[in-house]
C-alpha cells in the first residue's frame, strides 16, 4: 500500500528499520522492501511541476520530457530499496547542487523571473531528497559496513552524428574512487555491455560520454566514505525521444535485464567490500509478496478459474459415434456433440486485459501474470470455436504444430524394432480404479477415482473436483497401469494438489505452456520409473504424425486407416487416437507429448525440476518460479513424483533412453 508521508515520519521510519512504500511531501518516492546494502535512484524520473511554476513556464510538456530521464523509475522497480523522483528537473535539478539547482538564464525556462519563496520552495525540496537519501544511506552503512548506490540517467542520441555509435551505457567515474572499487566498476560495465534488446547492437563504455560529474556523486563523496555510487546514463533506445513513448518490448527486456545486472553487480560488491550481508542474488530481495501481485491475483483467478480445455473439447458423444463409425466400415466422419460455452468470450477478454498488471513493481513476477492474462485471451478464443472450421487455427495458436524435427524424432522412434515381451492386457477399469486407490496410500493424497465413459484418454485428473477419471472401456497390463499411476497421479494429481497449498492461485490457473510441461513432466515420470516400453513410446510418436496428418487436411477416415494398416495400431486404439487429435475441428495439443519428454529430460539433466511440481507450471518459468520460492513467495512442493524420491532406486529403461538420446 502506498502511503504518504511527511520527511519526519519517513525520517523516523528509516531509523527503527520499518518497511513501507510512501510518497514523501509530493516529491519523491521510497520504496524500502528489504534493508540490503545496495540503493537504486532515478531522480530525472519525475515530470511533474508546480502549478504556479507551469503558468510561467515557457516550455511545453513534450519539450520538458525531452530533457528528463522517463521510465528510469520502471527500470529499477523490482529492487528493494528505490528513490524515484517525481517532480521534474525543471522545478529543481537533483544532479544539481543546491545553489544551482533552479534553471534561471541559461536554459530560458521561465517567461518572468521566479519569486524568492518560489525558488525558496523548490530548493528545500531539493534538501529534503538528500536528507532522506543521506539517512538512508546512513542506516544501510550501519547495517553492513558498506553501502552502493545506482544512479540512473537516460539520455538523448538522435541528435549525435558520427561513425561509431554513441554507447548504450555510459559509466561516469570522475567522483569515484576508480582505484578502491575498480574490480566492481569493471563489473558492472561488462555486465551492462552484454545486455540483449530487441534489434539493438549494445555497448557499454566508461566516461566516453558522460563523466560523472553530477551532485548525487558528490554528495556520496563528501559525506560517505564508504559507499559507492554508480552514475549511468542509458541512452534512450527503450523510447521515442520525441515523442516520449515508451518502446514497450525493448523497455521490458531492459528491466528485465537490469534486475539480473544490478542483483550480479551487487553481490560482487558484497565480495568486494565484503559487508555482512547473504551472498546470494534471491536473499538480496523481499520474501514478502507486494500487495499488487495479490490483488491481481485474486481478480483472475476470480476470472479464470474453472474454464477447463477438455470439458468443452471431449465429445459428449463419444461411444455413439464411434460404433457408428464402425458400422460404416470405417467409411464415415464421425459428428460430435460438445458442451456449450457457458462464457461470453467478449466481456471476458475485456476483464482480462483490465487486470492492473502494470501495479505489479517486479519485472519477472509482472510478465509471468501477464503472459498467463496473454494466453487465457487466447484459450477462450480457443473454446469459443469449438465444432467449427475456426478451431484448428486458434489451436495452432495456443499449443503450436509439430516441427520438423518434432517429425523426424517420431519416425526415429516408430523404425525402432520391438524387444520387449508383450504382457497381455487383463486390467479392466474397476481394477484399475483399485490400484490407483492403493497408490493415494502411498502418495498421502486424498482424491476422488471414478470410472465414466465421457472421456477418450485412458485416464485423465478432473483438476476443479480433485478427480481421477478411468475410461470405462480401458483394458491394462501391469506395466501399463503402473506407468498410468505415475502419469495421472504422480503429476497432474500431486501439482493440483500442491498448487492449492500456495498463496498464490495463478498456479492453480496454469501458467502459459503449462500443458507442454505438464505432460512433459507426466511422460517423463513414466519414463524414469521403468514403466514406459516401446510401444508406450511409438504411441507418443503416433500422436505427431496424426496431428501432422490432420493439420495437413487429410480426414479423419484416412487418418485412422493410415494408422491401422501401415503402423499396425488395433482398431480401438487407432480410433481413440483419431479422435484425440481430430475432436472440436482439429485439436493439436496431442504432438506435446513427445516433445515435452525431450524437453524435459534435457533440462532434467541440468538442473532440480522440483520447482515445476508447486503447481501447473511451465518450462518456461522455471527461472522465475526458483527465484520465488527461494524469496519465501511460494511454498516448495510438499508431494513429488516417486522418480524424485531419492530412496526409492527408479531407473528408466536403458535401450529406451538410447533411443530418446540417440534421436537429439
Given amino acids: 500500500m502506498m502511503l504518504k508521508l511527511s520527511e519526519k515520519a519517513c525520517l523516523k521510519a528509516i531509523k527503527k528499520g520499518l518497511l513501507f512504500h510512501a510518497v514523501i511531501e509530493e516529491a519523491f518516492e521510497i520504496k524500502i522492501e528489504d534493508y540490503g546494502f545496495f540503493v537504486c535512484t532515478a531522480i530525472h524520473n519525475g515530470h511533474q511541476l508546480r502549478k504556479d511554476l507551469a503558468k510561467k513556464c515557457v516550455l511545453s510538456d513534450s519539450e520538458r520530457l525531452y530533457e528528463e530521464s522517463p521510465f528510469t523509475g520502471e527500470m529499477i522497480s523490482s529492487m528493494p530499496i528505490t528513490l524515484v523522483a517525481l517532480d521534474s528537473r525543471y522545478e529543481y535539478d537533483l544532479n544539481q547542487p543546491a545553489e544551482t539547482c533552479i534553471y534561471k538564464e541559461a536554459k530560458q525556462v521561465w517567461s518572468v523571473p521566479l519569486a524568492i519563496n518560489e525558488i525558496q520552495l523548490s530548493v528545500n525540496k531539493h534538501a529534503l531528497f538528500y536528507r532522506v537519501l543521506g539517512a538512508l544511506i546512513k542506516k544501510v552503512e550501519k547495517l553492513h559496513g558498506n553501502c552502493l548506490v545506482y544512479d540512473l540517467h537516460a539520455y538523448n542520441h538522435g541528435h549525435m552524428a558520427g561513425e561509431i555509435s554513441p554507447p548504450t551505457f555510459n559509466i561516469g567515474t570522475e567522483q569515484l574512487d576508480s582505484i578502491r572499487w575498480d574490480r566492481v566498476i569493471t563489473h558492472w560495465n561488462k555486465s551492462l555491455g552484454m545486455t540483449n534488446m530487441p534489434n539493438i547492437d549494445t555497448r557499454s563504455a566508461i566516461d566516453e560520454l558522460f563523466f560523472g560529474r553530477g551532485y548525487l556523486a558528490t554528495f556520496v563523496k563528501q559525506h560517505f566514505k564508504n559507499t559507492l555510487a554508480l552514475p549511468t546514463v542509458i541512452k534512450k533506445v527503450f523510447m521515442n525521444e520525441l515523442s516520449g513513448e515508451a518502446y514497450p518490448l525493448v523497455l521490458d527486456e531492459l528491466k528485465s535485464a537490469l534486475k539480473q545486472i544490478i542483483l550480479a553487480n551487487a553481490l560482487y560488491f558484497a565480495k568486494q567490500g565484503k559487508p555482512n550481508t547473504p551472498r546470494h542474488k534471491t536473499q538480496m530481495l523481499s520474501s514478502e509478496l507486494e500487495p499488487a501481485v495479490l490483488k491481481l491475483d485474486k481478480k483472475l483467478h476470480q476470472l479464470a478459474s474453472g474454464i477447463s480445455t477438455l470439458s468443452y473439447i471431449n465429445p459428449k458423444n463419444i461411444v455413439r459415434e464411434q460404433k457408428r463409425f464402425f458400422a460404416k466400415n470405417y467409411n464415415y466422419t464421425p459428428e460430435f456433440d460438445y458442451r456449450q460455452l457457458e462464457i461470453n468470450p467478449f466481456e471476458f477478454r475485456e476483464q482480462l486485459y483490465r487486470l492492473p498488471e502494470n501495479d505489479i513493481s517486479d519485472i519477472s513476477i509482472q510478465q509471468m501474470y501477464r503472459d498467463t492474462i496473454d494466453s487465457y485471451a487466447t484459450k477462450i478464443d480457443l473454446l469459443a470455436t469449438v465444432g467449427t472450421e475456426n478451431f484448428l487455427y486458434n489451436s495452432l495458436r495456443y499449443y503450436g504444430e509439430p516441427s520438423e524435427d518434432d517429425i523426424q524424432m517420431a519416425h526415429f522412434i516408430l523404425y525402432a524394432k520391438p524387444f520387449e515381451v508383450f504382457e497381455e492386457r487383463t486390467i479392466d477399469a474397476l481394477s484399475a ?20 465413459d465421457k472421456i477418450i484418454a485412458s485416464a485423465m485428473v478432473d483438476n476443479a473436483k480433485k478427480t481421477i477419471l478411468i475410461n470405462k472401456s480401458m483394458k491394462m497390463n501391469q506395466m501399463e497401469i503402473n506407468a498410468l499411476i505415475h502419469h495421472e497421479l504422480g503429476v497432474h494429481m500431486v501439482t493440483t494438489v500442491n498448487a492449492d497449498l500456495q498463496p498464490l492461485k495463478i498456479f492453480k490457473l496454469g501458467l502459459p505452456g503449462n500443458t507442454y510441461t505438464q505432460e512433459g513432466l507426466a511422460i517423463l515420470s513414466e519414463y524414469m520409473t521403468g514403466n514406459m516400453n516401446l510401444p508406450r513410446l511409438k504411441t507418443l510418436a503416433l500422436r505427431v504424425i496424426a496431428v501432422k496428418m490432420m493439420i495437413n487436411q487429410y480426414d479423419f477416415s484416412h487418418t485412422f486407416k493410415t494408422l491401422m494398416n501401415d503402423y499396425g495400431i488395433a482398431r480401438d486404439e487407432a480410433f481413440r487416437l483419431t479422435a484425440r487429435v481430430y475432436r472440436a475441428g482439429g485439436f493439436t495439443k496431442d504432438f506435446l507429448y513427445l516433445r515435452g519428454l525431450k524437453d524435459a529430460l534435457k533440462i532434467h539433466s541440468k538442473e532440480s525440476l522440483e520447482g515445476l511440481y508447486i503447481g501447473k507450471t511451465s518450462f518456461a518459468y522455471l527461472k522465475t518460479i526458483n527465484e520465488m520460492t527461494e524469496r519465501g513467495m ?31
Wanted: hydrophobic share 35%; aromatic share 10%.
Fill in 634 to 664: 511460494v511454498t516448495r512442493p510438499p508431494h513429488l513424483p516417486m522418480y524424485l524420491k531419492k530412496d526409492m532406486g527408479l531407473k528408466a529403461n536403458p535401450i529406451l533412453d538410447y533411443l530418446m538420446h540417440s534421436s537429439d
Fill in 433 to 452: 480404479k483399485a490400484y490407483f486407490l492403493t497408490a493415494l496410500e502411498e502418495y498421502n493424497i486424498q482424491c476422488h477415482v471414478e470410472v465414466t
